[in-house]
């Protein structure tokens, strides 16, 4: 009898000591990402989320080899919330609806250097913030467009993505949309107005588009590849710019770093980005991929997706706007 009464106060011991540090934990989150909660019913809801954050994140690190995962500034959010706040919802791409797309022509393979980033060399925008808005889509799309335009002998600016949020009525701006019905929406507009001119609210507004203040246009869009050709982005991106592509980021809301593979990332797409080049990291040929949650998540707002695995579904809706 006394064995069991010592070996229970032992585990409720453990217990406690458990919980007292996933608390220690969780305050110490929420000094890194200032956060404060405005009630003791609301701390102790967003920390039981918390806990049970850790748990899912040691179950990912359980099978993960290549990719760490942790707590982020998602961390006090449930994965459902995740997902309906920062993702795409219903996506389907104008290929699975069967509509005639442009294509970009096969590229004859050339030598290519092991490590290359359209950042070091100015063609990209800072990182953006969409916040608590499924806007990637927007985000991707003002991304593309900027970068193009720059390489097109056009100084870098940055554009309007909340112009495009607002405005393009066959998307769902902060429900999501795609960036190729968003290229549409931009070309039949007659282009973007400049961020400055037209600020980003991280929600549904009204359309306040004003066609005299557009600042960039393009004259087209077009496939990268349509099966999943990954030679073919790379020399894209090497000899023509940073495209956009769709991912599955179901898990990117817990990536503290390392390399996403087909083996740790899923291919069911809902997240809108950019690729801005790739590089030898970890032993991996990956691309460097440019998200849009603010430098304080990943690699000061990017992460490593590898190559040649169609990984997170990085080949399955690859684009380009044309200036």
Known sequence: MKLFVFIAFVLLGTTLAVELSEEHQFKSWMKTYNKVYSTDAEYLAKLTIFKENLKRYAKLNEKDDTVTHGPTKFS???HEEFVAKYLIKNYT??????EKVNVAPKLNAIPLPSNYSWVAKGATTPVYNQGQCGSCWAFSTTESIESMNFLAGNSLIQLSMQQIVDCDTTDSGCDGGDPPTAYQYVISAGGLESLADYPYTAQDGTCQFNSGEIARSISSWQYVTTDQDEQQMQQFTYTTGPPSVLVDASTWDSYQGGVY???NCGTQLDHAVQIVGWANFQGQNAWIVRNSWGTGWGYSGYLY???GQNACGIA???TSAIV
Do not use: F, H, K, N
Not at 93 to 98: A, D, F, K, N, T
């Open 76 to 78: 006090d959010m449930t």
């Open 93 to 98: 791409s104008p290929l699975m609806r069967g």
């Open 261 to 263: 593979t087909s083996s």
């Open 305 to 307: 997706v590898a190559i």
């Open 316 to 318: 399955q809706e690859c």
